[in-house]
């Protein structure tokens, strides 16, 4: 849990979003600048700043996104998407909470 971080604040349910998902690992919620037709961000519950900050032991909650991904995937009856996490500022990343992008068009 950080205190500043935008995305623990939607986590703990202080700043509202559109929730796609909820389970007891992790958060999906629509993406308030969209990218795409179908643009949603899954989160895992728990603060970890970016992909390049993993410890041992983060394998089960990253693999838990994706199959999330797959649910929504499968829920939206989405034909097709694409899955994105940006690394680091050079990579693109914001918001250094980790995510998901989960993009269909
Ligand atoms: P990234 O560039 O990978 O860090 O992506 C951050 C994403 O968070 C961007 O696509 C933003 O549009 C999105 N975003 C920022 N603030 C919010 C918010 N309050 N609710 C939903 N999405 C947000
Ligand atoms: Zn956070």
Redesign the pocket.
């Known amino acids: 849990m950080a205190t500043d971080c935008?995305f623990c604040k939607?986590s703990r349910g202080e700043?509202p979003?559109q929730q796609q998902y909820q389970d007891d690992q992790v958060l999906a919620?629509?993406?308030?600048?969209p990218?795409a037709k179908t643009?949603i961000?899954i989160i895992p519950h728990k603060h970890i700043p970016s992909i390049m900050s993993l410890e041992e032991g983060d394998e089960k909650i990253m693999g838990h996104l994706i199959r999330v991904a797959q649910k929504i995937g499968k829920d939206l009856n989405l034909v097709g998407y694409r899955l994105q996490f940006?690394v680091g500022e050079r990579g693109?990343?914001?918001?250094f909470h980790v995510?998901l992008?989960l993009m269909a068009d």
Request: glycine fraction near 6%.
């Open positions: 935008l939607i700043i979003c919620f629509y993406d308030i600048n990218k643009h961000l940006n693109g990343q914001v918001v995510h992008h």
